[in-house]
T-cell receptor, first 111, second 117 residues
Framework: RKEVEQDPGPFNVPEGATVAFNCTYS??????FFWYRQDCRKEPKLLMS???SGNEDGRFTAQLNRASQYISLLIRDSKLSDSATYLC????????????FGKGTHLIIQP | GAGVSQSPRYKVAKRGQDVALRCDPI?????LFWYQQALGQGPEFLTY????????KSGLPSDRFFAERPEGSVSTLKIQRTQQEDSAVYLC???????????????FGEGSWLTVV
């Protein structure tokens, strides 16, 4: 079983809609959680960290459920520019920063 | 430049050829990472440097893969006798602080796209 699992999609969503992704992780010792965004043929870029209390950044809301070992990302009022692959990332605190990436969820916002 | 710089951006190698991929991290960044990203997959960890010391190479898939960072700045990932399964994007990333430091953001380069034919 892969350590970080995501639905690869694609999610086809009309502009202005709300979309949510989930991600599950297997290592209960995981310490930190992130969402990265990766555009086609580009490098991953940090979108936001995910905190236990949940956090919001503009149209983006991230939630963490430690008991169930899942992380979610909610995008409200989606824009065409939100089209990208969203990578769920977990830090286990081991060597090399212990960053483990999911395969990513592909989001396509349609006009 | 201000970001992580990688070269070449694109490389086509014949099977059996050796390749060398270069990474210039952000100036002053202590930690440097190499990841491999196959098509449709997330990045997979290859190796980690803290300054010039290679502290973790557990992700290197075989002894054909070798990485170095001799002066604690520029790093080179070398792949010997390339195979078709080596075709992937090789991402370099760097961060200012040491592993595990709070708020330690990792910045990625745009990657070196390797195709082995």
């Amino acid at each position: 079983r892969k350590e970080v699992e995501q639905d690869p999609g694609p999610f086809n969503v009309p502009e202005g809609a709300t979309v949510a992704f989930n991600c599950t992780y297997s290592n209960s010792a995981s310490q930190s959680f992130f969402w990265y965004r990766q555009d086609c043929r580009k490098e991953p870029k940090l979108l936001m960290s995910v905190y236990s209390s949940g956090n919001e950044d503009g149209r983006f809301t991230a939630q963490l459920n430690r008991a169930s070992q899942y992380i979610s990302l909610l995008i409200r009022d989606s824009k065409l520019s939100d089209s990208a692959t969203y990578l769920c990332v977990v830090r286990t605190g081991g060597g090399a920063d212990g960053l483990t990436f999911g395969k990513g969820t592909h989001l396509i916002i349609q006009p | 430049g201000a970001g992580v710089s990688q070269s070449p951006r694109y490389k086509v190698a014949k099977r059996g050829q050796d390749v060398a991929l270069r990474c210039d991290p952000i100036s002053g960044h202590v930690s440097l990472f190499w990841y491999q990203q196959a098509l449709g997959q997330g990045p997979e960890f290859l190796t980690y440097f803290q300054n010039e010391a290679q502290l973790d190479k557990s992700g290197l898939p075989s002894d054909r893969f070798f990485a170095e960072r001799p002066e604690g700045s520029v790093s080179t990932l070398k792949i010997q006798r390339t195979q078709q399964e080596d075709s992937a994007v090789y991402l370099c990333a760097s961060s200012l602080a040491l592993v595990g430091a709070s708020g330690n953001t990792i910045y990625f380069g745009e990657g070196s796209w390797l195709t082995v034919v």
